[in-house]
C-alpha cells in the first residue's frame, strides 16, 4: 500500500495529533488509540510516555538487579583503589598546607612595568632575614649626620660614617640605585647578600650589626661596625709612616690571612671578598685588620641582570631563594688580591698609578732576585727584619701566578707566614731602638 502526503506528529507531548490528509486512511488512523486527557497530564508530570511505561519499567529494574549482583572482589578492588587515591591526595594538601604556612613568602613584580607580559613575579621569603637586626632610615640618617659625613665612595654605592645612639661607630653602606630601576631579582639578591653577611663571625671580619630596606624614602643599606682607625689604603698612602712600624704591617698581614682562610675553609658554604684591596682592610685602635666586602653591591647587581637578562618577555616566573645559584666565588681572583696587598704593604705603593705604573710589573724585577729585594721596601720604614722580608716575597711570588689553578690556597699559606714571621712586640724592639719611640707615640 503507497502511502503519500501524510504526516504523523507522535512525541512525547500533552496533546498527540494524527493528521491525515489521504481520505484512503481514515479507516487505519481510527483504529490508534488516543489517550484522554487525564491520561496525557499524569504522563506529562510523571515524565512517562503511556503505553510505554511497562517495558521502561522493567527495562530499569532489569539494570539495576545487574549493578546489584557485581562481584564481590570487584567491589572490594574499588574501595581498596578508592581509599588509596584519597589517603595520597589527602597527604600532598596536607604537605602543601605545611609548606605554605612554613613559607610566609612576599610576592614583588621583578621590575615595574605597564606590560602585562612583563608582570613576572618573584616570591621573597621574609623568614630569610629573621635573625638580622633591621634598622630605620631615621635612626642611620641621625646617626650619619644627615647623610653628611661620606667615607667612601663608587658608582654604585656611598659609606657613611655614623655613631649610633649610646652604641658603637657605624659604617652605613648605602645603594645608589632608583626606585624605578629597582627589580624583583635586585630585591632577592639584596636579601640573600644580607644574611650571607650577617653569618661572617671572626676577629679579622667586620661584624654586619644591621639593613635598613624602606619604601620611602626608598632605601637599601647595609649597616657595619666600623674600625676607628681607618682604611689600610689611608694609612698606607695618606698617614705618617712612623705609624706602619715592620712589625705592625706583619701583623696586619698575619689578620689579612687568618680572615681569608676563615672564609674560604672554615664557612660552609665559602664566602669571598668582591674586591680585595687596602680600601677593605680596616684598622682597629690597636691595627688588628679587619675585612669588610664594601662592594658586594656589584655582586649583586652582576647576578640580577644575568637572571633577569635571561628570562624574556612574556609568561610568569616564580623565584624562591633556594633556587637560587650559590654566591658567586672567586677564591683564585682572592688569591692573586692577597699577592698585590702584600706587595702595598711592604712596598708602600698603591696597586696602579700613573706615574709609575703597575705595582706587579715593577716588583717582578724585584722578587726573583734576592740580592735586590730589599729595594722592594717602604722608604718610610727605618727598619726591617730581612727573613720575613723573604717569605712575603715568596707568598707573594706564590699567589701572582698567571695561572690561576697554579695559585696555592690560603690555607697551605697561612701556616707559611704564621710560622716564619713574629709579630711580638719584643721581637720589634728587639730589631731597633726606634721602636721605642714608635711605642711610645702610638701609647
Not at 98 to 114: A, D, L, M, R
Not at 299 to 314: C, Q
Not at 411 to 432: H, T
Amino acid at each position: 500500500m503507497q502511502i503519500s502526503q501524510t504526516t504523523y506528529l507522535l512525541g512525547e507531548h500533552p496533546s498527540a495529533w494524527i493528521i491525515c490528509r489521504d481520505q484512503a486512511f481514515k479507516g487505519i488512523a481510527s483504529k490508534i488509540e488516543i489517550p484522554n486527557s487525564v491520561q496525557l497530564c499524569n504522563a506529562y508530570f510523571t515524565g512517562a510516555t503511556p503505553g510505554y511505561n511497562t517495558k521502561h519499567q522493567h527495562a530499569e529494574d532489569g539494570s539495576k538487579h545487574q549493578e546489584s549482583s557485581k562481584p564481590t572482589w570487584l567491589l572490594a578492588l574499588e574501595i581498596v583503589t578508592g581509599t588509596i587515591v584519597g589517603f595520597f591526595l589527602l597527604f600532598a594538601i596536607l604537605t602543601a598546607v605545611k609548606n605554605w604556612k612554613g613559607k610566609t613568602s612576599v610576592i614583588i613584580p621583578w621590575k615595574k612595568t605597564t606590560n602585562r607580559k612583563d608582570q613576572m613575579t618573584i616570591y621573597i621569603d621574609s623568614e630569610m632575614l629573621k635573625d638580622v637586626s633591621r634598622l630605620s632610615r631615621q635612626d642611620l640618617e641621625v646617626a650619619c649626620e644627615d647623610f653628611s659625613n661620606i667615607i667612601g665612595s663608587s658608582p654604585d654605592s656611598l659609606v657613611y660614617k655614623g655613631t649610633m645612639k649610646g652604641g658603637p661607630e657605624i659604617a652605613v653602606i648605602s645603594l645608589c640605585i632608583e626606585e624605578e630601576h629597582w627589580t624583583g631579582y635586585l630585591e632577592l639578591y639584596f636579601q640573600r647578600e644580607v644574611s650571607d653577611l650577617a653569618r661572617l663571625n671572626h676577629e679579622n671580619m667586620g661584624k654586619l650589626l644591621g639593613y635598613c630596606r624602606e619604601s620611602t624614602p626608598f632605601s637599601r643599606m647595609l649597616v657595619f661596625e666600623y674600625a676607628s682607625n681607618g682604611t689600610l689604603y689611608e694609612h698606607l698612602h695618606y698617614g705618617e709612616g712612623c705609624q706602619l712600624s715592620w712589625t705592625r704591617r706583619m701583623k696586619i698581614v698575619i689578620g689579612i690571612a687568618r680572615g681569608l682562610r676563615y672564609l674560604h675553609t672554615e664557612l660552609d658554604p665559602p664566602f669571598t671578598i668582591s674586591e680585595l684591596n687596602s680600601s677593605a682592610v680596616y684598622l682597629t685602635e690597636d691595627f688588628s685588620p679587619k675585612l669588610v666586602d664594601f662592594e658586594s653591591w656589584k655582586m649583586v647587581l652582576a647576578r640580577s641582570e644575568k637572571n633577569s637578562g635571561s628570562i624574556g618577555n612574556g609568561g610568569v616566573i616564580c623565584s624562591y631563594p633556594d633556587s637560587l645559584e650559590n654566591r658567586h666565588l672567586d677564591v683564585e681572583g682572592n688569591m692573586f688580591s692577597f699577592g698585590l696587598l702584600l706587595l702595598e704593604i711592604i712596598s708602600g705603593r698603591p696597586p696602579y698609578c700613573k706615574d709609575r705604573g703597575c705595582l706587579v710589573d715593577w716588583a717582578k724585577e724585584y722578587l726573583e732576585l734576592p740580592e735586590v729585594v730589599s729595594y722592594l721596601v717602604d722608604p718610610e720604614l727605618k727598619h726591617f727584619r730581612y727573613d720575613e722580608l723573604e717569605v712575603i716575597c715568596e707568598v707573594a711570588n706564590l699567589c701572582l701566578k698567571s695561572d690561576p689553578t697554579k695559585r696555592p690556597s690560603i690555607e697551605e699559606l697561612c701556616p707559611m707566614l704564621e710560622s716564619r714571621i713574629d709579630v711580638s712586640l719584643s721581637a720589634d724592639l728587639k730589631q731597633s731602638p726606634l721602636a721605642w719611640a714608635e711605642l711610645a707615640i702610638s701609647s
